[in-house]
């Protein structure tokens, strides 16, 4: 089965991919390295998901927005690809930044939304690396940032 066939069963509606908004650019290829810049949570109809995990939003609320962020790391890929995600051999690592108090200590349970999804849709080739990072602040108020290390073929 394909990515694409693994997307569409699944159900999954993948964002536009968002330009970027700063000094920066999306995603950047070094040698068969395909690096995506921090995707922030946003929700299906592209309102940012923000707040504090801990105390605006729960673990599952965070896992959630981990996963809407690794939609929009699939979509930057496909763009960067153009739209042919069977370039990609893949994962090779996650970072998962969460926007939480200080006593919130569930931050890999947030992560894994980004985990869980990428590794749905590129099957054993999602696999990855990874580091779920607690954080007293993100960009926008948002409550997760995800970015990503792909293998291209």
Do not use: W
Not at 27 to 39: P, R
């Amino acid at each position: 089965m394909t990515v694409e066939d693994n997307i569409k069963k699944l159900n999954i509606i993948l964002p536009k991919a968002a330009d970027p908004v700063g000094s920066y650019v999306a995603t950047k290829i070094s040698g068969k390295l395909l690096y995506i810049s921090g995707q922030i949570s946003m929700d299906a109809n592209g309102n940012l998901i923000k707040g504090k995990i801990g105390r605006d939003l729960d673990t599952k609320k965070g896992y959630e927005a981990a996963e809407r962020c690794a939609l929009s790391i699939v979509s930057q890929a496909k763009k960067i690809c153009e739209d042919d995600l069977s370039k990609i051999k893949s994962c090779i690592k996650l970072t998962g930044y969460v926007n939480s108090t200080d006593d919130f200590t569930e931050q890999p349970k947030v992560i894994n939304g980004a985990s869980d999804i990428i590794s749905k849709i590129f099957g054993n080739n999602g696999m990855h690396a990874r580091a779920a990072v607690s954080t007293n602040s993100l960009p926008l108020g948002v409550a997760v940032e995800v970015d990503a290390i792909f293998e291209l073929n």
